[in-house]
């Protein structure tokens, strides 16, 4: 049984950091690539960032780019989401998810499967 597990979330003043971490578990993601969406409420899951099997191609959306750093421990199967510089607009459900592929440029919910239950993190201003 594939499970991915959120951690780090919460609450935090705008300027504020957090770093959320992703652990896998069930069976091997090998050669794939993985990423964090998220959900506001009210709103559609989106895109955030996602990362090579190697750790070497990272890619972002435009709203985190500069504040927010993705990587991987391939070796205890965990993705991390460093996020810096918050904002109130940056409050939402977040949400590891693995890649059906090896492209961090594939942005859309339809290009990965097995998801995590999703961490609140909430931005004050």
């Known amino acids: 049984q594939v499970q991915l597990v959120e951690s780090g979330g919460g609450l935090v003043q705008a300027g504020g950091s957090l770093r959320l971490s992703c652990a896998a578990s069930?069976?091997?993601?090998?050669?794939?690539?993985m990423g964090w969406f998220r959900q506001a409420p009210g709103k559609e899951r989106d895109f955030v960032a996602a990362?090579?099997?190697?750790?070497?191609?990272?890619y972002y959306a435009n709203s985190v780019e500069g504040r927010f750093t993705i990587s991987r421990d391939n070796a205890k199967d965990t993705v991390y989401l460093q996020m810096n510089s918050l904002k109130p607009e940056d409050t939402a459900v977040y949400y590891c998810?693995?890649?059906?592929?090896?492209?961090?440029?594939?942005?859309?919910?339809?290009?990965?499967?097995?998801w995590g239950q999703g961490t609140q993190v909430t931005v004050s201003s």
């Open positions: 990362i090579s099997w190697s750790g070497g191609v990272t």
């Open positions: 998810t693995v890649q059906k592929y090896n492209s961090p440029r594939y942005t859309s919910e339809s290009d990965y499967n097995y």
């Open positions: 069930g069976r091997t993601f090998s050669g794939l690539a």
